[in-house]
């Protein structure tokens, strides 16, 4: 009786959240993609000739953003789980944090990138603290990632949970960046603790 108590709370917000009935009507995968939608209008990231990996992509709604911008590069999406498919995007199914799956990404692309997008998070648990921990690790092992593949003009634009994490995220970002900026879309939910960090130019 629970789960289907909360199964209908569940649809009664997303028929009133805006960015749900938004992407409904434009077709797009997920509400998220006005994430990037509004971070790239912000901050000028993407450009038509880009190479860009999107971490964390299915069901796509990012790669659907990228496809739209993106007319002459190269877009590599990978996840853990299947992704249907997304003219112009190659899709990786794998764990992101192994090596061989690293590889892989290095080899298809064969050149330095332009810019690294992470919207992965992991399974939450309940438990706020963990969470953010969890998802931050994964920040972190992207923003590294990162640093191996991107142009020293490249990008590096990666969700995170404020929390007891954040120090090292933006600690690590300015080591690593000459621009750090952290924002919070309108299209993320205004109770969540959900931010991204945007990083410009590599250091070095």
């Excluded at 209908?8 to 917000?13: H, L, M, V």
């Excluded at 199914?93 to 332009?114: A, H, P, V, W, Y």
């Excluded at 919207?119 to 590294?144: H, I, P, Q, W, Y």
């Excluded at 969700?159 to 970002?173: D, N, P, Q």
Aim: charged share 25%.
């Amino acid at each position: 009786m629970k789960k289907n108590k909360s199964s209908k709370n569940w649809i009664r917000s997303q028929k009133k959240d805006v960015f749900f009935i938004k992407s409904q009507i434009s077709g797009y995968r997920s509400r998220s993609s006005y994430k990037l939608i509004e971070i790239n209008k912000k901050f000028n990231l993407l450009k038509s000739k880009n190479y860009v990996l999107d971490l964390g992509s299915s069901p796509g709604g990012w790669s659907q953003v990228l496809t739209e911008k993106i007319i002459h590069g190269k877009i590599i999406s990978v996840d853990l789980i299947p992704m249907k498919k997304i003219k112009n995007c190659t899709f990786i199914q794998g764990d992101f944090l192994k090596t061989k799956c690293q590889k892989e990404i290095i080899s298809i692309f064969n050149r330095k990138i332009d810019a690294v997008f992470s919207d992965m998070a992991a399974n939450t648990t309940g438990n706020k603290n963990l969470d953010s921990l969890r998802t931050g690790e994964l920040c972190l092992e992207s923003m590294r990632f990162s640093f191996q593949i991107l142009d020293k003009k490249g990008c590096f634009v990666s969700k995170f949970f404020m929390g007891e994490i954040f120090s090292e995220i933006k600690f690590k970002a300015n080591k690593l960046f000459e621009r750090v900026h952290v924002f919070k879309p309108s299209a993320s939910k205004s109770f969540s603790k959900e931010s991204y960090i945007i990083c410009k130019n590599l250091i070095n």
